[in-house]
């Protein structure tokens, strides 16, 4: 395990179309977070998963933002109906868990544009 | 108003110098701080963590001092090199709390 991967690394959609982003956390790592960075600024909280269990969502994510973690492996970002300034980074951590938050480590973004 | 500001916005320097960025922070109380690179296009990759008894922690040319009391912290780049090109990012972690307060980070040009 070489570290946080997220696929697919660039997505281009149009307006209006639905996307999905994965995210492959550290094995061992129970927590996996949803960052989204525009241009020039610092990654943004979107949610926080707990094992499986979805524990705080940002008023960053609209009713059109979906996120889930199965079996507290993989997660999965839906976007539905794209709109143009959905356009960004979203970036993917995990970490361990602890309350110094050691470990956190992201993954490479997925970056999304929508034309 | 972000928790964490990080100046300058930007800067350019030649190749072979040295740089310093500043990070200012009112996070409190909080475990530790961050200095992550980041790459266009890419994650942050983490350079430094600090506690908030530690007042500096070294990574290769990467040099960051952290001053609690002030609530400010630097990161040195020394003798830069062209692969510095990034954006560096300060990073508090709140005592307990899942969350990190991220700056909107510094972008490094290193010029020929």
């Known amino acids: 395990d070489t570290g946080v991967s997220q696929n697919p690394r660039h997505k281009i959609t149009k307006r209006g179309q639905n996307v999905t982003f994965r995210c492959d956390p550290i094995?061992?790592?129970?927590?996996l977070y949803w960052y989204r960075q525009t241009l020039g600024q610092g990654p943004e909280f979107l949610t926080y998963f707990q094992n499986e269990a979805q524990l705080e969502k940002s008023r960053l994510l609209s009713d059109r933002f979906s996120a889930e973690r199965p079996k507290g492996s993989f997660s999965t970002l839906e976007i539905q109906r794209t709109e143009q300034g959905d356009s960004a980074m979203y970036l993917c951590a995990s970490s361990p868990g602890g309350g110094a938050n050691y470990g956190y480590t992201f993954g490479s973004g997925t970056r999304l544009t929508v034309v | 108003k972000n928790q964490v500001e990080q100046s300058p916005q930007s800067l350019i320097i030649l190749e072979g110098k040295n740089c310093t960025l500043q990070?200012?922070?009112?996070?409190?109380?909080?475990?530790?701080l961050r200095w992550y690179k980041q790459d266009t296009g890419r994650g942050p990759v983490s350079l430094t963590i600090m506690t908030f008894s530690e007042n500096t922690k070294s990574n290769g040319r990467y040099t960051a001092t952290l001053d609690a009391d002030t609530k400010q912290s630097s990161l040195h780049i020394t003798a830069s090199q062209l692969s510095d090109s990034a954006s560096y990012i300060c990073v508090v972690s709140p005592l307990n709390d899942y969350k990190l307060s991220f700056g909107a980070g510094t972008t490094v040009t290193v010029r020929a």
């Open positions: 990070c200012n922070y009112t996070v409190s109380p909080f475990s530790n």
């Open positions: 094995s061992e790592h129970n927590r």
